[in-house]
């Protein structure tokens, strides 16, 4: 493991906590393509820029921020993650490792994943929300690829309840309470940056897959081996390539975000609380 990594991590951790004072958040979110708009409703936020964070990523993708909000939702201590670094975007794996193991260093026990995707089924439809049981990793990358980093898990991290069973079943109860429609299913992620083609959709459903997306699952994999509880929702934005006749591109994902956003936003805000 390089030594820098370890300190970038320490020093982000202190930069953090140095910078939140009382507030002793266990949740962090990371917020997705188009949903940046709960950190809005965060109270007494205090702000801070990735580029003041030692190792963290350099965003380059119009709706990722590239800051953390913290502060109380619904009551609650958070950190709201705007923006992650997608590996459509570089080979390093480590600045993505940098952010969610400091979450891990600052008190983290809890991460919740969010994105938008493309949906595979009929019944699972544009501006509608689905919790991630399961995902398929089709990326062709694994983040974990080289030297082990001792220091923050195993070898060899065994992913059998990657997005926690416990958590989804509480984040189903949430929606249900609430008057949320949210489905559930499987999220195969592809690397992009390019969408899908009709027959990868085609192949993505015979797999078994119920939503595709470019992130997430390094996001996930990363967690699961510094020891995370991981639970995760997709906010669907178009049906995947073939499937529709609509022309996919990300400013089209953006505008359809806006269409689940307010319902993801409220079911966030009620899971931090329950």
């Known amino acids: 493991m390089s ?6 991590v320490e020093r982000a951790r202190e930069i953090i906590r140095g910078k939140i004072g009382g507030l002793q958040p266990k949740i962090a979110v990371i917020l997705g393509s188009g949903l940046g708009g709960l950190a809005d409703k ?52 480590y600045p993505l490792k940098t952010m969610v193991r400091t979450m891990k260093a600052a008190g983290i026990e809890t991460l919740f994943l969010s994105n938008a995707a493309g949906s595979l089924q009929a019944h699972i439809k544009v501006g509608e929300l689905m919790v991630i049981t399961d995902h398929i990793n089709y990326m062709g990358f694994n983040p974990l690829v080289g030297p082990n980093d001792h220091d923050f898990g195993p070898r060899f991290p065994p992913l059998g309840d990657a997005w926690d069973p416990a958590l989804n079943q509480k984040l189903k109860a949430v929606a249900k309470k609430n008057g949320i429609s949210l489905h559930e299913g499987i999220y195969v992620a592809f690397r992009g ?20 997306g470019m992130s997430s699952v390094p996001d996930c994999i990363i967690a699961r081996h510094c020891g995370l509880k991981v639970v995760g929702c997709s906010c669907i934005t178009n049906m995947g390539a073939g499937l529709s006749a609509e022309r996919l591109s990300h400013e089209h994902t953006l505008e359809n975000a806006k269409r689940g956003a307010v319902s993801f936003e409220k079911l966030v805000f009620e899971f931090v609380a329950s």
Do not use: C, W
Not at 3 to 8: E, V
Not at 196 to 208: D, H, L, N, S, Y
């Open 3 to 8: 030594s820098t990594h370890s300190q970038n």
């Open 42 to 93: 965060i109270k007494s936020a205090i702000t801070i820029s990735y580029q003041e964070l030692p190792g963290f990523p350099v965003l380059t993708i119009a709706g990722h921020a590239g800051e953390i909000v913290a502060g109380k939702l619904n009551g609650v201590d958070i950190l709201a993650f705007k923006g992650r670094q997608h590996f459509y975007e570089t080979n390093d794996s």
């Open 193 to 212: 940056p390019s969408f899908e083609t009709p027959a990868e959709i085609r192949m993505a459903q015979k797999m078994g897959g119920d939503a595709v």
